[in-house]
């Protein structure tokens, strides 16, 4: 029998028995403010800032509110299965984290200890090309769990040559290409504060690591790390890429491409004619295109375009189990979360990101439950109906 997320709500109660409560919230939207209360106003405003006066980000959640679920009474869902299959790999859930960069930000253990609590708890884990910490340092701590290597496709191709290599050494199965950040956006709330990240732990960090990228640089990362830094953000995206140059990147990377970042439908249809095996429907939590689609109305017309030559995957204001199983019936095949389980991480360390995990999805196995349905791929349009107010 498949393992039931739900249990976890009766572990808490248990727990409770002897006085022990849970050290954070189970509604995850109050991870914000507390976080903010304990590590302070640049790390968290970096976080949860998002584009512009922030439109995106809250179109992102107003289109899954809109979204309700209409439940089915009386199906037998004493035992359920939430695995799917992602990618060509089974997958105990329909969840994955996503790529967050410099996330020593948030917790000294940055990227290391989220990607222990998802090899934990068998969710994959999306490794940022800008982590904190050398790739290879993360992949030695999953052991053999799924682990999948966002791409920041650089100006310098030595350095992505570098990057693309350095990951299929480190087992990281597949690639995520974002295309959505050949720049970085205008956001305010760092802008006031002029608080950019990247500067934190910046000799330890992926890029710093990396033997192709210290070849640029005029001045060690030690003698000059603002120069290091400004050298990063001037090359770690190339606004010059076009669809062709795809071809780089098949004819480099042998496993399953997904490009990360595509609302269009038309932009689905040419991933598929670029050999790609997968999209992420997303704008990027909201934090580059400001008054952007949100991400949730993107969805069922990427889905269309895409039929069954690509796998579809979506991010972008997740926050519950009942907004994954919305995004899942709109057509994904599995969600990823951003920012939830960087507050966790803040909070509690890998303990907190196992947290968020097991909320996201003991949410998700009551709401499939609640709602009639044994796992998540009986989902679909059907089981929503959309408020028009
Ligand atoms: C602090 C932060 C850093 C991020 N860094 C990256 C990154 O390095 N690469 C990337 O592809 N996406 C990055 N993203 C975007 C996430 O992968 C994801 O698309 C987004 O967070 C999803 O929205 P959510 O935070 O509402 O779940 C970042 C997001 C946040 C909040
Ligand atoms: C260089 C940009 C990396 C982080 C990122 O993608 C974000 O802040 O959204």
New binding site residues.
């Given amino acids: 029998m498949a393992k039931h997320w739900a249990d976890f709500q009766y572990e808490i109660y248990l727990n409770g028995m002897t006085g022990a409560v849970p050290r954070l919230p189970t509604d995850l939207t109050r991870l914000e403010e507390m976080a903010e209360q304990r590590l302070g106003p640049g790390p968290v405003g ?4 998002s584009a512009g006066n922030g439109s995106t ?1 809250r179109a ?1 959640r107003a289109a899954l509110d809109r979204r309700r679920i209409v439940p089915r009474m009386l199906r037998d869902v004493h035992e359920r299965d939430l695995s799917v299959e992602v990618l060509g790999r089974p997958l105990p859930a329909p969840l994955a984290l ?6 020593s ?1 948030m917790h000294p253990e940055a990227e290391t200890a989220a990607a222990r609590a998802a090899a934990a708890q068998g969710v994959p884990f ?1 490794l ?4 904190s910490t050398p790739m290879e340092q993360v992949a030695e701590a999953m052991g053999d769990a799924e682990r999948w290597f ?1 791409l ?1 496709w650089a100006k310098d191709r030595e350095v992505t040559r570098s990057f693309l290599d350095r990951a299929k050494a480190a087992g990281f199965s597949a690639l ?1 290409v ?1 295309l ?2 050949p720049l970085l956006a205008w956001r305010p709330r760092d802008l006031d504060q002029a608080y950019l ?1 990247f500067l934190h732990g910046v000799g330890t960090a992926n890029y710093f690591s990396d033997p192709a990228f210290r070849a640029g640089l005029a001045k060690p990362v030690h003698e000059d790390p603002n120069a290091a830094v400004m050298h990063f953000v001037g090359m770690f995206a190339d606004p010059a890429k076009t669809w062709p140059d795809l071809e780089f990147l098949r004819e480099n990377w042998d496993g399953p491409i997904v490009l ?2 595509v609302l269009h439908p038309d932009d689905a249809r040419r991933a598929v004619n670029a050999g790609m095996d997968g999209v ?1 429907v ?6 580059q295109v400001a008054g952007s689609v949100a ?1 949730a109305d993107a969805l069922p017309r990427v889905v269309e375009a895409a039929g069954d030559r690509l796998t579809v995957l979506f ?5 519950s189990g009942d907004d994954i199983y919305k995004a899942l019936a709109l057509g994904a095949r599995a969600v ?5 389980y ?1 507050y966790g991480l803040g909070l509690d360390g890998q303990a907190g990101v196992e947290h968020v995990i097991r909320c996201l999805l003991a949410e998700l196995d009551l709401t499939l439950a609640l709602s009639g349905h044994s796992g998540p791929t009986t989902l679909g349009p059907d089981d929503l109906a959309e408020e028009t107010v």
């Fill in positions: 970096y976080v949860a800032g980000a992102n996503a790529p967050v960069g410099v996330l930000i999306i940022s090309s800008a982590s966002q920041y995520f974002t959505d950040t990240p990360k970042g992420v997303s704008n990027h939590g909201g934090r991400a991010d972008s204001g997740v926050r990823l979360v951003g920012r939830p960087a």
